[in-house]
């Protein structure tokens, strides 16, 4: 094994889901409102957004994908008001983090693969931009700088489930599946890493199984589970 890809959301920081998503459709709306938008209309164009960045086929960046659906929502000028998006991230978006924890365990896991010479991807679905991912990674406790390469909107042609999502990052960085490992705790979006050959360990602590997947079949426990079942 030479390589670890880690998802971020409820696995190397751990959240409440649901609470999340209401937090951060919260504090946008509430940002977003000095400009015109109403609330309901803006959320639901945010999930048009990520529906469609979620088809996304490879042939633009999910970034794009984004942004083409938004301005079938609104006329083509909001597409100006992609600035006052981005000051919401940088200036507010810190607000959702109250639905979100810290497990020192996950920043162990992340030291001890470090110190072993494993380089680490942090595969986490690419729907949100780079500003907001990297204030998800900084709420773990841990640093951008930890991975080789972060996954965001601005640089990934698709998203979890699809497996090519996976094949897009083995690609970028000359990987032989065979030697990684996906680390995650949602039975769907990250147990989609097998196809592509990758071995697969559940994370159990916030795990995401509404459809009732078998996870026996797979490594499965918590971080310091994890650990030791590196060790060998």
Not at 2 to 16: A, E, I, N, Q
Not at 149 to 165: D, F, G, H, Q, V
Request: glycine share 6%; hydrophobic share 35%.
């Amino acid at each position: 094994m030479k390589t670890v890809l880690f998802d971020l959301d409820g696995t190397l920081l751990p959240m409440d889901q649901d609470a999340f998503t209401k937090a951060y459709f919260h504090y946008l709306a509430k940002h977003m409102a000095a400009y015109g938008y109403e609330s309901e209309k803006l959320i639901q164009s945010i999930w048009a957004g990520t529906k469609a960045m979620v088809k996304n086929d490879g042939t633009k960046t999910n970034e794009d994908a984004f942004w083409d659906c938004f301005k079938t929502i609104y006329d083509e000028e909001h597409l100006d008001d992609k600035k006052y998006f981005e000051d919401f991230y940088r200036d507010d978006f810190y607000q959702a983090q109250i639905a979100t924890s810290v497990d020192p365990s996950a920043k162990k896991a992340v030291n001890f693969l470090k110190e072993k010479g494993y380089e680490l991807i942090l595969a986490t679905n690419p729907i949100f931009p780079s500003i907001a991912t990297l204030q998800r990674v900084g709420w773990a406790g841990l640093d951008k700088d930890d991975f080789s390469l972060i996954t965001t909107y601005e640089n990934s042609t698709y998203c979890k489930p699809n497996p090519k999502y996976y094949e897009e990052i083995i690609q970028k960085m000359n990987l032989d599946p065979s030697e990684c490992i996906m680390v995650g705790n949602d039975a769907i979006e990250d147990i989609a890493a097998g196809v592509t050959g990758m071995k697969v360990y559940i994370i159990t602590n916030n795990l995401l199984n509404g459809d009732k997947v078998d996870i026996s079949k797979y490594p499965h426990g918590n971080f310091d589970d994890f650990i030791e079942w590196m060790r060998g």
